[in-house]
């Protein structure tokens, strides 16, 4: 599968779930990394009018998670995030925030991501590390 086709298939999974509501788009794909969008609105404020924190933590794990799918099989596997922490360290208003998903470790049963959230001139906005399950399906 090519890595357009990837992320088309990114993309149609997020149809009636959180990652919609928060008009998070995968945008990005590469050996080891997978990067996503969101818009900065009124949707994902905190009450005085910047970015939720909570929002940023969503986008990571939603990242992280499609990340670590698109690198197992996905027939095969289900992904669950385990755990997470995310250290933000600047406010923004407005545009878009942009996470990247890096892998730390590919396990067979546990893989870890170092996901970097970014504006539209690459300052860093919060840094989230994701550690997630993956769990065989049934046959």
């Not at 928060?22 to 949707?43: F, Q, R």
């Not at 910047?50 to 095969?76: C, N, Q, R, W, Y």
């Amino acid at each position: 599968m090519t890595n357009e086709e990837t992320l088309k298939r990114c993309n149609a999974i997020t149809k009636n779930t959180l990652m919609e509501t928060l008009s998070i788009e995968y945008t990005e794909i590469g050996k080891n990394y997978l990067v996503a969008k969101m818009p900065v609105n009124s949707k994902v404020y905190q009450p005085d009018g910047v970015l939720h924190g909570g929002a940023m933590v969503a986008l990571a794990e939603s990242v992280g998670s499609a990340a670590a799918i698109v690198f197992l099989d996905p027939t095969k596997f289900s992904i669950r995030g385990i755990e997470i922490s995310a250290n933000h360290v600047k406010s923004i208003k407005s545009g878009y925030v942009f996470a990247k998903a890096i892998s730390i470790h590919l396990g067979k049963t546990t893989q870890v991501w170092d996901i970097k959230i970014t504006d539209k001139d690459n300052r860093l906005i919060s840094a989230v590390k994701l550690t997630t399950l993956a769990l065989p399906k049934s046959s």
